[in-house]
């Protein structure tokens, strides 16, 4: 579990609010997937989104919570016949999403915050890449699972160094002690292969 030495992942997991990630991943959108996918062996999106096409039956409705330009939804898209709707605090990012056509909507949000969203109304939340150093927190956990209904899916990816600093395990050890979760998997698996950088592939069933 490095510490990243790559200048852009150091540049991402240092943020110092959602105001400055919304200034860096805007500026970053235009070159982020040949940067991360080609540059750093970004492969998180590709394996959560084969995770969560292996336990959702169509037709169901999934929410990309931290979309950014589209990776896991174009993913998930290549696997299933799911809708699949995307948030992102970067309209930049916002806008590759959208040139990909996998999305019923796009929306901007900040995931430190509640999001404006009913209770239950996704069959499943799928987050790659957003639990990382200098994004959001372990709290946002408890919305991805409020918007999911009760037999539903969350599966998303830890970064490998905020695992345990961060308060992610801790935070989901609470969440199944609340009975809020079932925590099926937090599996370490690859995350930027190139960086050597690993992370938690993480399934909640959500009560």
Known sequence: MNDPTNPLLARAYSLSGPEEAEQVYDEWAETYDTDTVDGMGYVAPRLAAQRLAELVAEPAVVLDAGCGTGLAGAELAKRTQLTIDGIDLSAGMLAKAGQLGVYRHLSTADLTKPLDLVDGSYDAVICVGTLTGGHVGPAALDEMVRVVRPGGYVVVTVQ?????????????????????????EATDSPYHEREGINGYLCVLDVR
Not at 160 to 184: C, F, K, S
């Open 160 to 184: 490998g160094t905020v695992w345990e600093t961060g308060g992610y395990r801790a935070h989901l050890d609470r969440m199944v002690g609340q009975g809020a979760i079932h925590l099926r």
